[in-house]
């Protein structure tokens, strides 16, 4: 298997959308006619095949790794960090729209995608098998001129090797929800969570309010600073 990487160069955000947008992001996993690093450029119609099989359940449905598993050694390296709900061909490359999982994994690489002034991690790669090909036979021609992949894999990477295909868009979790979740895991139900967002500890049962300034406050302020860096970049925007 083979890697064509790609970088992205522009993140966006979105505060509100449903529970399904919620850390999301797009761009393209490839894109056409610009000549990678390995020397390889992929031509228009090179995804078809193997999308059509995909789609009609021939082929595996790609996954979504970081850095292309790693290593490879451990169930961690190859478990995915999340899916891709939507890949398409389009007159520039591979598009792809992506979902990272609420698991410590998706979350962090959820997180470094957001980091200000720039991503921490601003890559994308994709994992293919070369089914069809032309090899170029001149100085200044491609390697290889790649007519049919098949796609196994897109990841996450810190090290892209195509400047061209970018991320152009990542939905993250609201201020608000990441507000009530800490609320929530410190031990407050979902309707004092709500109230406390909307009027402060007051809104609660004066028994209640005692409790959070005993002890329940300083729950909350310990998991807010747990999740920093995800609630000042999301309150940037």
């Not at 990487?5 to 056409?32: H, I, R, W």
């Not at 595996?60 to 961690?76: D, E, I, K, R, T």
């Not at 960090?81 to 609420?102: F, H, K, N, S, Y």
């Not at 407050?188 to 329940?216: I, M």
Request: aromatic share 6%; proline share 5%.
């Amino acid at each position: 298997m083979q890697r064509l990487n790609c970088s992205l160069k522009e993140l966006k955000f979105a505060p509100g959308g449903t529970d399904a947008e919620q850390m999301t992001f797009s761009g393209y996993g490839a894109v056409f006619g610009n000549v990678d690093a390995y020397g390889d450029v992929i031509l228009p119609g090179a995804f078809t095949q193997s999308l059509t099989d995909a789609r009609s359940g021939k082929a595996a449905w790609p996954v979504m790794l970081l850095q292309h598993g790693g290593l490879g050694f451990g169930a961690q390296d190859l478990t995915p960090i999340g899916i891709w709900t939507d890949i398409t061909e389009d007159e520039v490359g591979l598009r792809v729209t992506g979902r990272l999982a609420e698991t410590p994994r998706g979350r962090e690489v959820h997180s470094l995608m957001r980091m200000k002034p720039r991503p921490a991690i601003d890559g994308l790669s994709i994992g293919y098998v070369a089914r069809e090909w032309d090899s170029g036979g001149k100085p200044g021609e491609p390697r290889r001129r790649l007519k049919r992949i098949e796609l196994i894999e897109i990841s996450p990477v810190t090290f892209p090797a195509n400047a061209r295909a970018r991320v152009d868009q990542v939905k993250g979790l609201p201020d608000i929800r990441l507000a009530e979740r800490a609320l929530r895991e410190a031990g407050f139900s979902r309707t004092q969570a709500k109230a406390v967002l909307a009027e402060g500890f007051k809104a609660l049962p004066l028994r209640d309010a005692e409790d959070a300034h005993n002890g329940g406050a300083d729950a909350v302020a310990a998991l807010l600073r747990r999740n920093i860096a995800t609630i000042k970049t999301s309150a940037r925007r």
